[in-house]
């Protein structure tokens, strides 16, 4: 039973250029999460969705960031226009329901560098 | 809002020395909380859960963590640290779906 699977677990981009991470959640979750560490700091909140919904995206910035999570298929954090700010590790979690409070499940995370 | 304060930015411990690893939260309503560890480059594993009941909780890799409401606090222990323990520990809190981390504390074992 495979886990939260996130690819690539490395991405270099070029300032400017845009980045894809995927992530697909745990067999059976249908709830995503994605979180973004950035250096010496801890984890925050960036989105959290259903099939084909986003829930709450109060944690996501206002530009250039967009997240999906379509019917089929795993969901996708999409940075357009990357700087050297958006370096950092990119982790979803999965859950199996709404008000699941047994703590989510976490993939090994995306480190996105910009150059 | 709730939140979480990681009081120690770094422990370094010696090996098969006990650790205790601070945790306050503060919310003003019954909270869930949660350790997590992350290895090097790795993503958060789940160490242990206070949902509510015992307000003793053990976890996986022979840690256990102490609920205290009066102390707003949930520290997590280890009578005996390994090698292996060296890791970034995260406590966290939930509310609507929303997990709030603490900035974390880095264990390093003394060999």
């Known amino acids: 039973n495979a886990g939260v699977m996130q690819n690539p677990r490395h991405l270099v981009r070029r300032r400017g250029q845009e980045a894809r991470l995927r992530c697909s959640p745990m067999k059976g979750h249908s709830h995503v999460y994605w979180y973004r560490q950035l250096p010496e700091e801890g984890l925050k909140f960036m989105v959290y969705?259903?099939?084909?919904?986003?829930?709450?995206e109060s944690g996501m910035p206002k530009e250039r960031f967009s997240a999906e999570f379509p019917k089929e298929g795993p969901s996708i954090l999409r940075i357009q226009q990357v700087v050297r700010g958006d370096s950092a590790a990119y982790f979803c979690a999965s859950s199996p329901r709404q008000g699941y409070e047994g703590g989510y499940t976490f993939g090994s995370g995306t480190r996105l560098t910009v150059v | 809002a709730q939140s979480v304060t990681q009081l120690d930015s770094q422990v370094p411990v010696f090996e098969e020395a006990p650790v205790e690893l601070r945790c306050n939260y503060s919310s003003s309503v019954s909270v869930y909380l949660f350790w997590y560890v992350q290895y090097p480059n790795q993503g958060l594993q789940l160490l242990l859960k206070y949902l509510s009941g015992s307000t003793l909780v053990k976890g996986i890799n022979g840690f256990e963590a102490e609920f205290n409401k009066s102390q707003t606090s949930f520290h997590l222990r280890k009578p005996s640290v390994h090698i292996s323990d060296t890791a970034e520990y995260f406590c966290a809190v939930i509310r609507n779906e929303k997990l709030t981390f603490g900035t974390g504390t880095r264990l390093t074992i003394i060999p």
């Open positions: 969705l259903q099939k084909e919904n986003i829930i709450d």
